[in-house]
């Protein structure tokens, strides 16, 4: 969390407000929130903002020269855009980590919670900038062929293949529950005991669920920026995430889930699994090293 079509959401509006405008100013509010050494935050001040770039969950402006500003927003960091140009960086409230001031605006970075796990890195070099990619492939581009391949290079939950950064790029909790299912997969299928027609139909659904989703986030929030809670892995139009006990949008049955340690991943025994219930805490027990812990 943030998932791709959250990130998608922001770089779009990002690129409204600041390609083009100048750094006027950049403040660290947390020095732990910068996770590089050189070039310095302050060397990207006076350059104008060349592009906007989404590398997985990470949000990436781009500057001349190849100079890049990473954002990770991990679990809690948000964006908030406050417009007109403002000096007053305490405009972002307490739980600021930092704040770009550009000719028109001013960004924060804010990050609820007492783990902070947000991070700013100023990068030089296409190479270096690759060093933040974790190498998961491109879900909204990738071949049929290119997918099945990526699932069934291991054999691990669907689940965990869907949500690692490493094979696949941008999807976490909600939307893999979101995705497996539309495809009618159980999140606990061995990726690589899945059949030719269920890798064709996960694919597609993959495609089709966050599509829908990117399109659907910015129509909700054309031109207008998100606030920290519009950013949220619970949304109402959601088929099975977040909603365990309410009834599937397909066949009505309640909405089932598995809990590992502080997540849960929800899905339709109906659709997803022959009506069979996935027993939860032995389930647990049993897939350990198997689920998704971190949502890179
Ligand atoms: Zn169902």
Redesign the pocket.
């Known amino acids: 969390m943030p998932e791709l079509p959250d990130v998608e959401l922001y770089i779009g509006l990002l690129r409204e407000k600041l390609v083009g405008r100048t750094l006027t100013g950049i403040k660290l509010f947390n020095p732990f929130v910068l996770r590089s050494v050189s070039p310095k935050p302050l060397d990207l001040v006076g350059l104008a903002v060349v592009g906007l770039r989404r590398i997985g969950k990470r949000v990436v402006i781009e500057f001349p020269e190849e100079r890049f500003l990473v954002i990770h927003l991990m679990i809690a960091g948000r964006f908030r855009w406050v417009e007109g140009g403002s000096e007053d960086v305490r405009l972002g409230g307490k739980i600021s980590m930092a704040a770009m001031t550009f000719e028109n605006g001013a960004l924060f970075l804010t990050e609820a919670g007492t783990k902070k796990r947000a991070s700013i890195a100023v990068v030089q070099g296409e190479s270096a900038l690759s060093e933040h990619d974790p190498g998961g492939i491109d879900v909204l581009n990738c071949s049929l062929e290119q997918f099945g391949k990526a699932l069934l290079a291991e054999s691990q939950t669907v689940k965990k293949r869907l949500t690692d950064p490493h094979v696949f790029s941008g999807i976490g909790n909600a939307y893999s529950d979101e995705i497996l299912h539309a495809a009618r997969i159980s999140p606990v299928r061995r990726s690589n005991s899945l059949t030719p027609e269920e890798i064709k139909r996960l694919h597609s659904a993959m495609g089709c669920v966050l599509r829908d989703w990117v399109d659907r986030l910015q129509r909700q929030f054309a031109g207008k920026f998100p606030g920290a809670g519009d950013i949220t892995a619970f949304r109402p139009e959601f088929a099975v995430h977040g909603k365990f006990g309410r009834p599937?949008p397909?066949?009505g049955?309640p909405v089932q889930r598995i809990c590992y340690a502080d997540n849960e991943s929800n899905y339709?025994a109906?659709?997803q699994n022959d009506g069979r219930i996935l027993a939860d805490r032995a389930l647990s027990r049993l897939l350990k090293d198997d689920w998704p812990r971190s949502f890179d």
């Open positions: 599937c397909v066949c049955r339709c109906q659709c």
